[in-house]
Nanobody
Framework: EVQLVESGGGYVQPGGSLRLSCVAS????????MSWVRQVPGMGLEWVAS????????TYGSAVEGRFKIDRDNDNNTVSLQMNNVGSEDAAEYYC?????????WGRGTQVAVSS
């Protein structure tokens, strides 16, 4: 079955950096776009970033454009999110995922907390 396991979350101070990772299995990882989304309790899901299957292009939500960078390593079935210049608005549960045959798949998430 499809499995997505995020890691790398934790506490970061405003202006700091954090790198999240996600290891995927159960599908042909290199054939699919991968995305990161985030959720604040009670606020629903917000799209963060997506990367093409071969890693040659990426797109970002306006809230993180210029600060975050998504990347992938198809040899290791891994997608990452480099978070720079983190602000309090970035505190959330972060999930990696994809859509396969119209079905969305997401991991269990990793928590990012921003505190001074």
């Amino acid at each position: 079955e499809v499995q997505l396991v995020e890691s790398g979350g934790g506490y970061v101070q405003p202006g700091g950096s954090l790198r999240l990772s996600c290891v995927a299995s159960g599908f042909r990882f290199s054939n699919f776009y991968m995305s990161w989304v985030r959720q604040v309790p009670g606020m629903g899901l917000e799209w963060v970033a997506s990367i093409r299957s071969d890693g040659t292009s990426a797109t970002y939500g306006s809230a993180v454009e210029g600060r975050f960078k998504i990347d992938r390593d198809n040899d290791n079935n891994t997608v990452s999110l480099q978070m720079n210049n983190v602000g309090s608005e970035d505190a959330a549960e972060y999930y990696c995922g994809t859509c396969i045959h119209l079905v969305p798949y997401w991991g269990r998430g990793t928590q990012v907390a921003v505190s001074s």
